[in-house]
């Protein structure tokens, strides 16, 4: 009984292992064309959202899905260094909630879903945005 | 019936673990069964103290979830076989659970539970179980479970598979 849950936890680790990736994120999300594939569909996906789309209202859609595009090619390893305002001065004076930082991470992985990436390159590019939380909320 | 409180921290975003304490009210539907047997209670309140955090990008780039509770009660099985007698004999134990999640749908994962084993005459042994969980959509989950309850109201070594489906809205 105790070699049956030592062998499942073992074999979890294992498969684990096998499926790490050793290339950049940059390169797993698609490079720059993937990135902008993404933040575009993503754009879409919040304005429709019924939940946050009076935060989009005046967002102007290319200057975002270029910078949002630089940001993330910028912390996944890629040959860009982000240009734009840090997280806070982005957020300043739009009262983001808990909440509704949740549902644009709802947004997202629909988005990631609709572009084929792989669960990994999600996971991969949801752990560099888990530390912006702080800044973006209640700014 | 229970409350569950979030003491502190975040199960994503914070640094540390989400702590949380839930007390719980539990009521045995069929008391005379429970005083036919000698056990003297049929209804009891108990506390747990619990510690959880999610990991997005744990090992091989997948969700794992990491669980660990302290309880302080005297239920016998659960409170199917009711609650240990004088007022002061509850009991901490212990549990924990790790899973991790192949696709944001499921979870496979393995649980262990401490049992107080309060009742004299009718011993308890901890809990174990492997499950797989499904989550289709935000509101169904389907789990399957190897579940491994050791002795059971005097049956020994008692195991079984447990599925259930659950719905919320």
Known sequence: MRNMFGTVLLLSLLTGCQTTPTGSLYEALGKDEGIERL????????????RIAFLFEETEDEFFIMTLSEQ???ISGGPCTYQ?????????????????FNYFVEDLEIAMDNVGLSTSAQNRLLDLLVPMFEDVIHQ | LGAKVRLYGDLVYG????????????????EGALVALGIPR?????LQVAATKLWVNGPGNRFWLLHGGLRYSRAAQLGFLGYGGASTDRKWTAEA??????????????????????????????WKDIFVAWFPNKHINITGAWVDTGNV???GDQDGWYLSLQGSW
């Open chain 1, 72 to 74: 993330i090619c910028d």
């Open chain 2, 15 to 30: 640094k540390g673990p989400q702590i949380s304490a839930t007390i719980t009210h539990k009521q045995h539907q069929d």
């Open chain 2, 97 to 126: 659970a790790v899973a991790f999640f192949p696709t944001r749908e499921i979870a496979i994962g393995t649980e262990y539970r401490q049992m107080p084993d309060i009742i004299p005459g009718i011993p308890e042994d901890d």
């Open chain 2, 153 to 155: 109201a005097g049956v």
């Open chain 1, 84 to 100: 734009g305002l840090n997280m806070r001065e982005a957020h300043s004076g739009m009262g983001i909630t808990h909440a509704e």
């Open chain 1, 39 to 50: 933040v575009r569909e993503v754009t879409q996906l919040a304005h429709e959202d019924e």
């Open chain 2, 42 to 46: 049929h209804d009891d309140t108990e």
